[in-house]
């Protein structure tokens, strides 16, 4: 028979919003409950140094990620290696189905699901996908090793991943589909530097192209925006970094949701249109997407979230007392 766990908090994600939020809301001696999802840790795990986390000039993505759970543990955060199928939110104590079988059941939910790498949708992306394709450098970078690979996009993440991949590749292009970069100043400097790597501008990803037996990519197909121009780049690797979508699936049909899918909170708070749902962290954020602010506001969603049973808890007790 299915376990049932019973939680005042659950909190749902383990980046920097959901470790912080198990921070904060095991010092608020909620004894919170933190169900780690596919990617325990977040997004982080799949970066190597990162240069802005407050106190760390550089730390290693994954590190700091293993420090973050080690500190909500120690403060009393139950962490759950688990993944949330689906949440009823139509009655309270919430109920949430999970891949383990066990139900959890809990007061009040911290929603913390980050955000995943979108993919342009080409059939030839598809295709090659995991045998060439990837948008994870951190993950794939060392496959290819004096080879030759493409990185697709102009923001933090390309200008990032194209810098580590030279580590391996013995050339790594750069294909924007405008002539300026979104990524900050500092990483575009280390770019244009670097040896190893050359800009492609004003360029979208047409086709990948390859060999079936055995699936691996040969080279990529690139037209230019203005003159819809077709040249061919032969290349092993194609590393597709053009952003990242809201992991909403739990709460798409149920929460309201603007940009693209990130979830809408009342202003200045975590607070969902449902009263005890909260959430934080790139979930609701399009703007900033940074590590720092996510974690800033998994403490703001621990906080409300006591607020929220303190006061419901007293409530119940003038209802108790009339
Ligand atoms: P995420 O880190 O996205 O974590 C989401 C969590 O939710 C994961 O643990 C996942 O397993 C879990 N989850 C999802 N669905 C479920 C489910 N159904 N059930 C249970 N759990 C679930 N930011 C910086 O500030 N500095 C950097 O240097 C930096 N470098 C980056 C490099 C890369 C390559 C990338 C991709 C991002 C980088 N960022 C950086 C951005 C930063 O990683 C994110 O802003 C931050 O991780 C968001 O934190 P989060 O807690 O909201 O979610
Ligand atoms: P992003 O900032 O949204 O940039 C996505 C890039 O991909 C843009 O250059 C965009 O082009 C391009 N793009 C989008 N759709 C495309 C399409 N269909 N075809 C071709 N190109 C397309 O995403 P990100 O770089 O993944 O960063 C996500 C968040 O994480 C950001 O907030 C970022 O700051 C953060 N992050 C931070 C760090 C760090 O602090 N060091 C590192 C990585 C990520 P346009 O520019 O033309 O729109």
């Known amino acids: 028979m299915a376990e049932t766990r019973k939680t005042r908090v659950l909190i749902v994600g383990s980046g920097p919003a959901g470790y912080t939020a198990g921070v904060y809301a095991a010092r608020a001696m909620l004894e919170p409950l933190l169900v780690q999802g596919i990617e325990p840790g977040g997004q982080l795990t799949t970066t190597t140094e990162v240069e802005n986390w407050p106190g760390d000039t550089e730390v290693q993505g994954p590190d700091l990620m293993v420090r973050m759970e080690a500190h909500a543990k120690a403060m009393g ?34 929603l913390a699901t980050g955000a995943r790498a979108k993919w342009l949708g080409l059939p030839s ?18 496959f290819y090793r004096g080879q030759e690979i493409v990185v697709i996009g102009g923001g ?6 194209a810098l580590f991949l030279t580590n391996f590749a013995s050339r790594v292009t750069l294909i924007h589909r405008r002539d300026e970069l979104r990524a900050e100043k500092i990483l575009q400097d280390r770019l244009f530097k670097n040896p190893k790597i050359e800009p492609l501008w004003f360029h979208q990803l047409d086709e990948v192209y390859g060999t079936d ?3 691996g990519v040969e080279g990529v197909r690139v037209k230019h925006v203005k003159t819809g ?13 053009i952003g990242h979508a809201p992991a909403n699936e739990l709460v798409k049909d149920v929460l309201e949701t603007h940009m693209g ?41 621990a906080l409300e979230a006591e607020k929220f049973l303190a006061e419901e808890g007293a409530d119940a007790q003038v209802q108790a007392a009339e």
């Open 261 to 301: 899918g990130y979830v809408v909170t009342k202003p200045d708070s975590t607070a969902t249109s449902i009263p005890g749902v909260f959430a934080a962290g790139d979930l609701t954020d399009h703007i900033y997407r940074q590590a720092v602010t996510s974690a800033g506001m998994g403490c703001m969603a």
């Open 229 to 241: 121009e077709i040249t061919d780049i032969p290349c092993k690797g194609v590393f597709i970094a």
């Open 213 to 215: 037996n055995p699936l």
């Open 77 to 110: 955060c139950e962490v759950v290696s688990d993944i949330i199928t689906s949440v009823d939110f139509s009655r309270r104590p919430f109920v949430c189905q999970s891949d383990s079988g066990t139900v959890y059941v809990a007061d009040a939910l911290i």
């Open 156 to 161: 933090n993440t390309a200008v990032e991943e």
């Open 125 to 142: 992306e598809e295709k090659f996908k995991g045998f060439g394709v990837s948008a994870c450098a951190t993950c794939d970078g060392f």
